[in-house]
């Protein structure tokens, strides 16, 4: 496992940015596969976006296609999530989450929560109209 903790999130106004950071404690970063995933009040936990461990594999759900993107960079253990034209509807505790032994496969079987084994304390994103 490792150990993962979220920054950048505030209060946006609708049609801003942010960009989310997660950094990463732990040998096992590099290899590992990582997701972000989201929680809005009174609702499930999303999917919002995965990653390989190379980085040149993506996947992002529907609703935050071409306005959030996934990327890391394994010399710092660090992923992000840029965040563009934001909606109020992307209010939510955002989560990052490993996968340290990942299985080989495609990328789907990631946007499901249960497929990850470490978790942060999530960041705190809230968009204003």
């Known amino acids: 496992q490792v150990q993962l903790v979220e920054s950048g999130g505030g209060l946006v106004q609708a049609g801003d940015s942010l960009k989310l950071s997660c950094a990463a404690s732990?040998?096992?970063?590099?290899?590992?596969?990582m997701g972000w995933f989201r929680q809005a009040p009174g609702k499930e936990r999303e999917f919002v976006a995965v990653?390989?461990?190379?980085?040149?594999?993506?996947a992002h759900a529907d609703s935050v296609k071409g306005r959030f993107t996934i990327s890391r960079d394994n010399a710092k253990n660090a992923v992000y999530m840029q965040a563009n034209s934001l909606r109020t509807e992307d209010t939510a505790v955002y989560y990052c989450a490993a996968r340290t032994t990942p299985l080989r496969g495609s990328l789907e079987y990631y946007t499901a929560a249960h497929a990850y084994d470490s978790w942060g304390q999530g960041t705190k994103v809230t968009v204003s109209s």
């Open positions: 732990g040998r096992t970063f590099s290899s590992a596969v």
């Open positions: 990653i390989n461990w190379s980085g040149d594999n993506t």
